[in-house]
């Protein structure tokens, strides 16, 4: 039986009572008061049991709630660790792909040095071999117009 039920039929007792004139004294039947107090004395316990039984609830429930609480910080944490982890990867790679970078420039540049080199020698040969060879040409030009007769004057 709900205990806020007897609660209200006992203060129906109290307050439809006969009273005591001039005093504010009642008068109440002994065996309806006594029935309400051994209800009572049935519905409290249960009462007690429902609250026990609501706490215990209260407290599953704030436990299942930190747990999984628990739970969701430790995905978060593994979480944090592998995005940093990732990050880290990240930076080790830009790290060697500017190192790398930076190799291939520094062999192309030997490279570029090395071919503008040999191109300059190989030009300075060539211009080199091309006097030699003009200065053959005009040397055989100058004999071969000695060779040529001289003209002869009209008369």
Do not use: C
């Not at 004139?21 to 006594?34: K, N, R, W």
């Not at 519905?43 to 049991?49: F, G, R, T, W, Y």
């Not at 039984?53 to 599953?60: F, H, K, N």
């Amino acid at each position: 039986m709900d205990i806020q039920f007897l609660v209200e039929r006992l203060e129906a007792l109290v307050v439809n009572a006969r009273k005591f004139p001039m005093t504010s004294q009642v008068i109440l039947e002994q065996a309806a008061v006594l029935d309400l107090i051994d209800q009572m004395r049935v519905a409290i316990p249960e009462e007690v049991k429902s609250a026990r039984r609501i706490v215990q609830e209260s407290d599953r429930v704030v436990q299942k709630a930190r747990e999984e609480g628990e739970q969701i910080i430790g995905a978060a944490q593994e979480q944090a660790a592998l995005l940093l982890q990732d990050q880290s990867i990240i930076r080790e790679a830009e790290g060697r792909s500017d190192e790398i970078e930076n190799r291939a420039q520094t062999k192309a540049d030997e490279t570029m040095r090395g071919a503008d080199g040999y191109a300059s020698d190989v030009l300075l040969r060539l211009e080199s071999d091309l006097v030699k060879t003009l200065s053959i040409v005009k040397k055989s030009l100058e004999v071969l117009d000695e060779r040529r007769p001289d003209p002869v004057p009209e008369s």
